[in-house]
Structure formats: C-alpha cells, structure tokens
C-alpha cells in the first residue's frame, strides 16, 4: 500500500490512557464532526476482531475491519472507497509521562489510486484538519479531570 496521509500530533495523556480514549470509536463523533454515527461489532473499545461502520454526514456509510491490533501502540483497520482498498494505521507513542504522539497514517492501493486516491486524500485531509484540534482540545479536559479528581 501506498502513503497518501500521515498525520502527527501531541495529546496531554500517558499513552495508555490516550489509545484507551482513541478505542472508544463510538464516541468519534464528539470530535470528528464528519462521522454522524459508528457502529461497531462487537460494541464498545475496538478489539483484534472489530468489524464496523461510520455514517458519514455526507450520507455515505463505510466499513472497516481491524487487520492489526497491538495495544497500547497502535491498531489497523481496513476499508474499501470506490475500487480502493484503504488502511488506516492509528499509532500511539509515549513522548513523556503524560504526553503522547499520535500518529495517523492512511495507505491505498488499487485501481485509480494516482487519481482517486489523491481526491480521496484531500478530502480526507480537510477533514482531519477540523478533527485533530477537537480531539486535541478533548484530551486536554480529559487531562485536566485526572488531574482535579
């Protein structure tokens, strides 16, 4: 497969703690403003066996099915976009005690990916572009309740 996003960013959370928020993909929604609603089996934190479904905003439904699960480091999951197969890679490094890099890295490969896979691309980047800072700007109150029990 084929790089077409790598995405970076510090969250204030022991590595731990930040896969364990990551994991909870129900509540995506909460940040990820493009995702009306994910529905996952088996329900609640992902697992090596998850299977799923966003309902994007736009009306369209894709699913994905995890291929890599190594916690607390990272997971993988795939799905298909038009005549693409596309990874999403979800990695979580510890960079101090209460901090974390997360690393969001998006693969394709198949037929139209020098076309398709770069339009794919820079949608899915603009939409990044509007997530991170909310799931950024959540971690920070998650750190701020562990701190002020």
């Known amino acids: 497969m084929r790089t077409l996003i790598k995405r970076e960013f510090i969250v204030s959370a022991p590595v731990e703690a930040a896969f364990d928020h990551l994991a909870q993909v129900e509540r995506w929604p909460s940040w990820a403003?493009?995702?009306?609603r994910v529905e996952l089996n088996p329900p609640g934190r992902v697992?090596?066996?998850t299977q799923g479904t966003l309902h994007l905003t736009n009306g369209?439904?894709?699913q994905f099915q995890m291929t890599h699960f190594d916690p607390p480091r990272s997971w993988e999951w795939?799905?298909?976009?038009?005549?693409?197969?596309v990874g999403y890679d979800h990695r979580f490094t510890a960079v101090?005690?209460?901090q974390t890099r997360i690393s969001f890295i998006v693969k394709?490969?198949?037929l139209g990916l020098s076309s398709i896979g770069r339009l794919f691309a820079a949608?899915?980047?603009a939409n990044l572009n509007r997530a991170i800072p909310n799931l950024i700007a959540e971690y920070g109150v998650l750190a701020s309740?562990?701190?002020n029990p």
Do not use: C, M, P, Q
């Open 60 to 62: 369209i439904k894709t």
């Open 47 to 49: 697992t090596a066996v």
């Open 123 to 125: 949608a899915y980047n």
């Open 96 to 98: 101090a005690d209460s």
């Open 33 to 36: 403003k493009h995702i009306r």
């Open 145 to 147: 309740t562990r701190s």
């Open 108 to 110: 394709g490969e198949g």
């Open 78 to 85: 795939e799905g298909k976009f038009l005549w693409l197969t």
